[in-house]
């Protein structure tokens, strides 16, 4: 299944060269950049890679999933202050997987504490794929459903999956549809314009750690950014930083790592966190999210010490442990949405997002599914509980891998989802270091924002903020910049 693009394709040469050029130009003058992981260097930016014209998609499904957003934070939040649940979605999972089974130690010396007595920020991102095999084919379709063009009618969303831990782009997102007003209006294609929806992403955001600095109510507590030892994503970062300063002056923000914290961090009789001076507020966690991070036992003891203080956290280790694969799989099983929401149809439009998710465990539904990855391996996508990009197994390289594993408890440490078949368009893909742009065919992944702010017994507050829309060669597996793809 195709989708036509918002200009007809290819455009002529000249126009092409101009308006590329004019887009580099914005994009590094903007702030849409990163820095490059080949030729590191912590003074100079490169635009990130960008497609020249904005992707279509249906405005009912887009509306429907912003729609849906603030249920999905009210799912999660529930989730993740449900440890029966979350203990027993992850029972195998912990035994086998290390990362995962010292997150699970983690969260089992804080309950045994008495759990958390702050509230918890969650600031999510449902990642979201059209899945042209959802497609009703009716050839009923009402016109809001249909291509102007091919009169065809477009598929509707599936979960690729829920983020709930450095959930990025906040930044990146909005200013890719910033870049996208520009480029269309040098086309002369204007009247494109009113189709490029608003995204408030970075405000929103932005906006929700300040009001969790608030809550904490500590005038001259900071708001502590957890980074990477080397941050390739920054201006996505960075510009988080500015808009809490634009938005509130009289806050700080820090940046730190999580060998830092284990270097210098402390936490005080009263259980406040400090470092280097600061009482932290808020810790907004950009990282900590791969056993890479954590080199040593150093940064495993700031974790700990991280989550037994006052500061509140995004996410909180239960929030980290509710994003886990496995949760998404178990979620996915009948009667399990039902546990946390009582409408019937915000039920059934959590529902309606699911794609077919199954366990692997040595058991009869998971051996089940071994069998049907086994013997139709391009149907199915084979996913580990790693959050970030590039761990994911697909299509033929399933069947060994699968095989390596069949008799290994590492299998429980695996989820099968079906694959999502997204419909392609075609696009000019824009790359720093390559001269011309590239006319390619591509498929796109909607992440929606929101956060969340409660503790076990009640929510506070539950936003939509914005959205953000990542494309991709349409042959590629994997797709993420985090990862370097």
Known sequence: MTMDPC???????????????????YALMHGICMRQKDKFDRDALHFAPFVLFPTPFPRDEY????????????????VAHDYDFLKESLKHAIKVDDFTGRLW??????MSEGGPTQLSLGMLRSDLMLDQHNCC???????????????????????????TIASGFGWL???????????????????????????????????????????????????????????????????????IRRQCPEVYVIRKTLTELGNRAEMKEDKS???????????????GYHPDQYPTEKEWEARLMMERSLAIKSPSISYHLAGTKKVQQELAKPGQVERFLGDKAQIESVRDIFTGLYSLDHDEVGNKSYEAAISSPE?????????????????????????????SEERNAYILMDRIQPPITTNYMVRPGQAKAQLVDVISELGI??????????IHTNKFVGQMLRTKLSHVDEGGVAAGL
């Open 7 to 25: 200009i007809p394709l290819p455009i002529p040469n000249e126009q092409l060269e101009d308006l590329v050029d004019k887009a580099k130009d």
């Open 63 to 78: 509306n429907k999933a912003v729609e849906l957003q603030p249920i999905l934070n009210e799912l999660m939040h529930k």
């Open 105 to 110: 130690n983690i969260y089992e010396t804080i």
């Open 137 to 163: 084919q009716c050839g009923t379709c009402p016109p809001e459903r249909r291509c102007e063009k091919s009169g065809k009618s477009f598929c509707s969303w599936k979960q690729v999956e829920l983020n």
């Open 173 to 243: 997102g909005p200013a890719s549809g910033l870049l996208h007003r520009y480029v269309v209006a040098e086309a002369g294609r204007g009247d494109l314009l009113k189709d490029i929806p608003d995204n408030g992403a970075l405000e929103g955001l932005s906006g929700g750690l300040i009001e969790a600095w608030k809550i904490y109510d500590k005038p001259q507590s900071a708001i502590m950014f957890l980074v990477e030892d080397v941050t390739y994503n920054i201006c996505d970062q960075k510009f988080h930083e500015f808009e």
């Open 273 to 287: 966190l400090w470092i280097d001076g600061h009482e932290v507020a808020v810790v907004y966690m950009r990282c």
């Open 379 to 407: 149907k199915f996508v084979l996913k580990p509980q790693r959050e970030g990009g590039g761990n994911n197994v697909y299509g033929a390289d399933i069947k060994p891998f699968l095989e390596k594993i069949k008799d």
């Open 449 to 458: 924002f929101g956060y969340v702010i409660g503790d076990k017994n009640s």
